[in-house]
């Protein structure tokens, strides 16, 4: 059965379509679309080969084999072009899933929904789809055994633009999440407050160089957003 985690990240990819998950250790997610007739067929990219193995333990045990596909290979090179509409990139750092689709980045079109979950780093993603052009065009954030997962949802066609003249802190932030903020997202916040507090706390306390002035300076930003979104 599906972690809390993986049914939400399910529960964003649109229906009737074909899906790849990229990175998907025992492709979990995929056959689970694909039994619940969510995705009409799926491809399961995995670059190593436990994984790789574990992912075709699971295609067969079920009964899946033809329909779901795993291959072996980096991020989005195992994908043919136009070959699926969905893409999933679930439980890696924002930095690395922002690389994969960078990396992949000619693999993209056609593909009309991307659905990600950064375990951290959600920013890099943001950052990413913002200048790519895409529409980030829905958000998540959940708790699941007492750690907190992000789930961005991104679209090429759409024109919709989540960001106002606060991007930088809406970015940081998560422009949907800030806006229905729910306990997942303010523990997570109230969170990231009290760490970037006592960061700032210790780098005062330090013999202060050019770089740990900035750094200082960053901080007191992140500070006055959280608290700003927070109040
Ligand atoms: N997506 C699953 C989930 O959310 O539960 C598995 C997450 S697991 C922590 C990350 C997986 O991504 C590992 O199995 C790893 O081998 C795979 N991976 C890391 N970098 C990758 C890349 N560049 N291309 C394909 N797979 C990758």
Known sequence: NLSMRLKRVFDYIPEGTRLADIGSDHAYLPCYAVLNKRCTSAIVGEITEGPFNSARSTIRQSGLEGIVEARMGDGLEVLKPNEVDVITIAGMGGSLIASILEKGKEKLQGVETLVLQPNIGAYQIRNWLDQEGYSLIK?????????????????????????????????????????????????????????????????????????????????????????????
Not at 163 to 171: G, I, L, R, V
Not at 177 to 184: E, G, I, P, S, V
């Open 139 to 231: 958000e998540d954030i959940l708790e699941e055994d007492t750690k907190i997962y992000e789930i961005l949802v991104a679209s090429k066609s759409s024109t919709y633009k989540p960001y106002s003249d606060s991007k930088n802190k809406e970015m940081f932030i998560g422009p949907h999440l800030m806006h229905d903020q729910n306990d997942a997202f303010k523990k997570r916040w109230n969170h990231e407050l009290k760490n970037f507090e006592r960061i700032l706390i210790q780098l005062q306390s330090a013999k202060q160089t050019e770089e740990s002035i900035q750094k200082i300076n960053e901080i007191k930003q992140k500070i006055e957003w959280i608290n700003e979104v927070l109040a």
